[in-house]
């Protein structure tokens, strides 16, 4: 079965930059959608940023967009996600998870994906 990990998170001062990794190993990755998620305490799962490698697509949740970019190195097998002008409210643990086609049905939502990593926390200071 596949396995995604996830590094890079850390603490950082707001207006900060922080760039998240998840390494996937045993299947490609480039063959499904891959997406970051993330959990605040006390908090519902949120949708951060998916891609569709083969097509190019990208999402964005509203509270992200322009602000963080998804990106996916195919060879390396590696999921991306650079965290720029970083806000307090950003702080939560972040998840990379992988979902086949059923994705479509909601791009954002963690019903659709299939396998996730252990996540890495990310702590953004005012």
């Known amino acids: 079965q596949g396995q995604l990990v996830e590094s890079g998170g850390g603490a950082v001062q707001a207006g900060g930059s922080l760039r998240l990794t998840c390494a996937a190993s045993?299947?490609?990755?480039?063959?499904?959608?891959m997406g970051w998620f993330r959990q605040a305490p006390g908090k519902e799962r949120e949708g951060v940023a998916t891609?569709?490698?083969?097509?190019?697509?990208?999402w964005y949740g509203r509270s992200v967009k322009g602000r963080f970019t998804i990106s996916q190195d195919n060879a390396a097998n590696t999921l991306y996600l650079q965290m720029n002008s970083l806000k307090p409210e950003d702080t939560a643990k972040y998840y990379c998870?992988?979902?086949?086609?059923?994705?479509?049905?909601?791009?954002?939502?963690?019903?659709?994906?299939?396998?996730w990593g252990q996540g890495t926390q990310v702590t953004v200071s005012s």
């Open positions: 998870a992988a979902g086949d086609g059923a994705v479509t049905r909601g791009p954002l939502s963690s019903t659709y994906f299939r396998v």
């Open positions: 045993g299947y490609t990755s480039s063959n499904y959608y």
């Open positions: 891609i569709y490698a083969h097509s190019g697509s990208t």
